[in-house]
């Protein structure tokens, strides 16, 4: 049996060479059954309509300094990401549509687990660059023009990461604008993106808060994405998840002995594409890696 002809890396789509990163080129490729971008698209827009009929729901959920900073009610660094302004339905439209076209490219590539605590700490990176602007805006002639109960909510801040993430994993894939429509790389467009973001905060736009957590998120996403092992321990509450798991039984004997035999053994390979499918390629040790491009060439 070939590499390719097992179950583990036919889930696993646009693998690609385990020398590079990739996460696949088609941004429309879905995952059969309910993703862990599926659930957040979901959770948001069941928390949105909560919203709109409990407005306790955003009092209780939403980052402000005096609530998040003065308080110490840290856990709105994550809520507040579930919220969105009830105002217009633009706000959560657009967030929820970026999900929806970049978020599964993303997971892809890092697997479910690894790519919710992804999300989430984009999310909480620019919460933080939101109160830490506000707080030097209070302070010194610099940062936010914000008050402490000035509220932040959206998606935005995660969802920038994930447009970055794409940026990295498949930098060439082309995407198509809304207005104009012209065709752009995904790096252009990313990178443009948070380019904008940045000058709107620099010069003071009106959302100048969104857009301090679009550039929080934007710069956790780019170190993470590239660092993606820093995530491996994110819900971890007991043990190190990070240890690689012996096989059991009879394949525990023959995992010993796979060095014994020329080139890796299959039960290696096993154990290494059931990784992949699990966690993402970008889970892989370097040596993993060059396991499976061995074990390619001899196939």
């Not at 706000?91 to 989430?120: C, D, Q, S, T």
């Amino acid at each position: 049996m070939g590499i390719y002809d097992r179950d583990y890396i036919n889930q696993q789509r646009g693998m690609g060479s385990p020398n590079r990163p990739t996460g696949g080129g088609n941004l429309f490729a879905r995952s059969p059954g309910w993703s862990v971008n599926t659930w957040l698209i979901v959770i948001n827009v069941v928390v949105y309509v909560l919203m709109k009929m409990f407005p306790i729901v955003m009092q209780s959920g939403q980052l402000t300094v005096y609530d998040g900073f003065q308080r110490l009610e840290v856990w709105r660094l994550i809520t507040f990401q579930f919220l969105h302004s009830p105002s217009t339905i633009m706000h959560i439209g657009f967030n929820m549509l970026g999900l929806w076209i970049f978020g599964p490219m993303v997971e892809r590539y890092l697997g479910g687990k690894k790519y919710l605590a992804y999300y989430l700490v984009c999310g909480l990176f620019g919460g933080l660059l939101f109160v830490t602007l506000t707080l030097l805006g209070h302070y010194l002639p610099i940062g936010l023009n914000y008050d402490f109960r000035s509220p932040l909510v959206g998606a935005s801040a995660g969802v920038f990461g994930v447009i970055v993430a794409c940026a990295y994993i498949s930098p060439n894939t082309e995407v198509m604008l809304l207005f104009p429509p012209i065709p752009m790389k995904m790096r252009t467009f990313a990178y443009g993106y948070v380019a904008f973001a940045l000058v709107s905060l620099v010069m003071g736009a009106q959302n100048a808060g969104g857009e301090a957590a679009h550039v929080g998120g934007a710069i956790a996403g780019f170190i993470f994405i590239r660092k993606s092992h820093l995530l491996t321990d994110f819900f971890d509450v007991f043990g190190d998840s990070r240890q690689p798991k012996k096989p059991k039984g009879k394949k525990q004997s023959a995992y010993r002995n796979y060095k014994n035999t020329p080139g890796p053994h299959p039960d290696e390979i096993d154990r290494i594409l059931h990784k992949v499918s699990q966690k993402g390629l970008a889970s892989l040790t370097e040596k993993e890696k060059r396991t499976l491009a061995e074990a390619s060439k001899e196939k």
